[in-house]
């Protein structure tokens, strides 16, 4: 059965940093594409950054450059999305999610498995 579980969310203040993480089982993590994607209220999922199969290729949205960093641990099967500088406009629902590929992508469509969400909120 696969399982993504995300963790790590939380409340912030702007300026400050969260990691969330995004623990796996039941498929070949090492052979997947990982993305996050964010869903604030009342507006789309939104693609934030993927990292293909060893890491080696990463891709972000432009409002996240510089700011976030993905990355994963194929011995733990776990991804990570390392969060600074954080802005309120990046409160939203943050999502984890398996893709086969190949390449990496930023649309929903082409991500097979999908975490239950983790809530990262914004506000002084």
């Known amino acids: 059965q696969v399982q993504l579980v995300e963790s790590g969310g939380g409340l912030v203040q702007p300026g400050g940093s969260l990691r969330l993480s995004c623990a796996t089982s039941g498929f070949a993590f090492m052979r997947y594409v990982m993305g996050w994607f964010r869903q604030a209220p009342g507006k789309d999922r939104e693609f934030v950054a993927a990292i293909g199969w060893y890491g080696g290729n990463t891709d972000y949205t432009d409002s996240v450059k510089g700011r976030f960093i993905i990355f994963r641990d194929n011995s733990k099967n776990t991804v990570y999305l390392q969060m600074n500088s954080l802005k309120p406009e990046d409160t939203a629902v943050y999502y984890c999610?398996?893709?086969?590929?190949?390449?990496?992508?930023?649309?929903?469509?082409?991500?097979?498995?999908w975490g239950q969400g983790t809530q990262v909120t914004v506000s002084s």
């Open positions: 999610a398996a893709g086969a590929g190949p390449g990496l992508s930023r649309l929903y469509q082409q991500y097979d498995d």
